[in-house]
């Protein structure tokens, strides 16, 4: 298994311009999370998807963000317009089942943002 | 949520057990406690769950106080591969994840 994937690792954009993260989970998975991490605030969960429906997005900063999943294999998140805070590593992590506490989630490698 | 503390750092030399502390003094009764590790520059990866009685994988092994308030996380033999920030988080039977500050592990050769 691939493991889940996510594109661009790297992105690097200037202050105003829209950005799309993209996620691929693990084949199966019916559980879609975006997190984000940063040094001051640590890794804080963003949106909380189960079988593509949006769950909890309480911790969706502001407006600016959005997140899809249209289909079970396929997700992304939007910022727009970025703004230099935005500067993060975001994680996308999927797991099976629905909100059982001992399912373990599997984190991708993180896509690198940077706004200038 | 339960409030989580846990060592900023700690040191092993390699080959050597490591424990790692969690004090997690407000855990509910029908909280799990998953042990997360997150590796340089990559995402975080499972350790280790339990609720009540010790557990072992072929990753680590977790000892659980018998009033629940802490645990610890014991790698038998460290390698320099388990340079990384170990997680305690105890989870409420949801799916929300909180990670805390973690430790901060190195490991000497």
């Known amino acids: 298994d691939a493991g889940v994937i996510q594109s661009p690792r790297h992105e690097v954009t200037e202050m105003g311009q829209e950005v799309t993260l993209r996620c691929k989970p693990i084949?199966?998975?019916?559980?879609l999370f975006w997190y984000r991490q940063t040094m001051m605030r640590g890794l804080e969960l963003l949106i909380y998807?189960?079988?593509?429906?949006?769950?909890?997005d309480s911790g969706m900063p502001e407006d600016r963000f959005s997140a899809k999943m249209p289909n079970a294999s396929f997700s992304t998140l939007k910022i727009q317009p970025s703004e230099p805070r935005d500067s993060a590593v975001y994680f996308c992590?999927?797991?099976?089942?629905?909100?059982?506490?001992?399912?373990?989630?599997?984190f991708g490698p993180g896509t690198r943002l940077t706004v200038l | 949520d339960a409030k989580t503390t846990q060592p900023n750092s700690m040191e092993s030399n390699e080959e050597e057990p490591v424990h790692l502390p969690c004090n997690h003094s407000t855990i509910s009764g029908t909280d799990y406690i998953h042990w997360y590790r997150q590796l340089p520059s990559q995402g975080p990866e499972y350790v280790i769950h339990g609720l009540t009685s010790n557990v072992n994988n072929r990753m680590a092994s977790l000892a659980i106080a018998e009033d629940r308030k802490s645990s610890t996380l014991i790698l038998h033999r460290a390698t320099l591969r388990d340079a990384a920030v170990y997680y305690c988080i105890p989870t409420s039977g949801t799916y929300k994840y909180i990670f805390g500050t973690g430790t901060r592990l190195k490991v000497l050769a």
């Open positions: 992590a999927s797991r099976t089942a629905g909100a059982s506490s001992y399912n373990e989630q599997f």
């Open positions: 998807f189960n079988n593509n429906v949006p769950i909890d």
């Open positions: 084949s199966g998975h019916n559980s």
